[in-house]
T-cell receptor, first 117, second 112 residues
Framework: GAVVSQHPSRVICKSGTSVKIECRSL??????MFWYRQFPKQSLMLMAT?????????EQGVEKDKFLINHASLTLSTLTVTSAHPEDSSFYIC?????????????FGPGTRLTVT | QQQVKQSPQSLIVQKGGISIINCAYE??????FPWYQQFPGKGPALLIA?????SEKKEGRFTISFNKSAKQFSLHIMDSQPGDSATYFC???????????FGKGTTLSVSS
């Protein structure tokens, strides 16, 4: 299957600082990438849909000024958590859609554990 | 309309047994139904997916059964192994649409 990478895998930052998380599709081009947030023992919560070359579409309740998403190329999307606070601590996972002959498959990155102190 | 309901929430199966996880959806526009396996601290891994033009798809020990009229689909894990112990998520989407809608997940424990 297609491979999606994320960097960093873990990050600890102080309250009030910003953190950038990178998501890369390694062996395919992805016009659409997604960012999810996952709390312990819960399902994945969609934060936003990222389309290459255009503005991201945010889900209701997600602060777009706090979670900045940039999809500058067909293989890279970034999520920047601005002015992070302890309540932003979570597991952030990106995914990318890979086209195949049947339509598409969606692959996930390994996730980034963010801890805000 | 957008929900995907998954059951059971947790499942304990003996080694060698069959694990069965069920999902139901409401939106008849959904036409892509993947299953993901997630280990603690890792991202979800695509396990197997089906589209509604077939009623069953098998890959190794994993089988998806799909019932379009009942709007239900299920994952069967044959000869379950301790290494299968993980959380499984079903999901649904429209091929031309937005993001996957996930079920709440099933935690599977396979006892050895």
């Amino acid at each position: 299957g297609a491979v999606v990478s994320q960097h960093p895998s873990r990050v600890i930052c102080k309250s009030g600082t910003s953190v950038k998380i990178e998501c890369r599709s390694l062996d395919f081009q992805a016009t659409t990438m997604f960012w999810y947030r996952q709390f312990p023992k819960q399902s994945l919560m969609l934060m936003a849909t990222s389309n290459e070359g255009s503005k991201a579409t945010y889900e209701q309740g997600v602060e777009k000024d706090k979670f900045l998403i940039n999809h500058a190329s067909l293989t890279l999307s970034t999520l920047t958590v601005t002015s992070a606070h302890p309540e932003d601590s979570s597991f952030y996972i990106c995914s990318a859609r890979a086209q195949n002959r049947d339509g598409y498959e969606q692959y996930f990155g390994p996730g980034t554990r963010l801890t805000v102190t | 309309q957008q929900q995907v309901k998954q059951s059971p929430q947790s499942l304990i199966v003996q080694k060698g047994g069959i694990s069965i996880i069920n999902c139901a959806y409401e939106n008849t526009a959904f036409d892509y139904f993947p299953w993901y396996q997630q280990f603690p601290g890792k991202g979800p891994a695509l396990l197997i997916a089906i589209r509604p033009d077939v009623s069953e798809k098998k890959e190794g020990r994993f089988t998806i059964s799909f019932n379009k009229s009942a709007k239900q689909f299920s994952l069967h894990i044959m000869d379950s192994q301790p290494g299968d112990s993980a959380t499984y998520f079903c999901a649904a989407d429209k091929s031309s649409g937005t993001a996957l809608i996930f079920g709440k997940g099933t935690t599977l424990s396979v006892s050895s």
